[in-house]
């Protein structure tokens, strides 16, 4: 069983930066894809980014590449999304989630989420 808890949302003005935060817990954290998705107001939830459990090659959504990172701190059990030059197009609420071993886009691919925390960006 793996717990996910998210943190570090709130308000920015667009150009600005956050960190998100998801703490997990669990035994096998190491052996889970992680992966970061978001919802905005109306629209259906979709994938932002990914990391394998080796934190080998990362993916990210071509919506947000270049801007945002996602890593992981094994001793930690926990995974981050740095966010750089924001806009207003990606206020909504940022959901952590976990599937085991393969990286997937998809939302019905993962069996674990943490509760959101909102992101919003004024302009």
């Known amino acids: 069983q793996v717990q996910l808890v998210e943190s570090g949302g709130g308000l920015v003005q667009a150009g600005g930066s956050l960190r998100l935060s998801c703490a997990a817990s669990?035994?096998?954290?190491?052996?889970?894809?992680m992966a970061w998705f978001r919802q905005a107001p109306g629209k259906e939830r979709e994938f932002v980014a990914a990391?394998?459990?080796?934190?080998?090659?990362?993916y990210c959504a071509d919506s947000v590449k270049g801007r945002f990172t996602i890593s992981r701190d094994k001793d930690q059990n926990t995974m981050y999304l740095q966010m750089n030059s924001l806009k207003p197009g990606d206020t909504a609420v940022y959901y952590c989630?976990?599937?085991?071993?393969?990286?997937?886009?998809?939302?019905?691919?993962?069996?674990?989420w943490g509760q959101g925390t909102q992101v919003t960006v004024s302009s």
């Open positions: 990391i394998p459990p080796n934190s080998g090659s990362t």
């Open positions: 669990g035994r096998f954290f190491t052996t889970y894809t």
């Open positions: 989630a976990a599937r085991r071993f393969l990286v997937s886009y998809s939302v019905n691919a993962y069996d674990y």
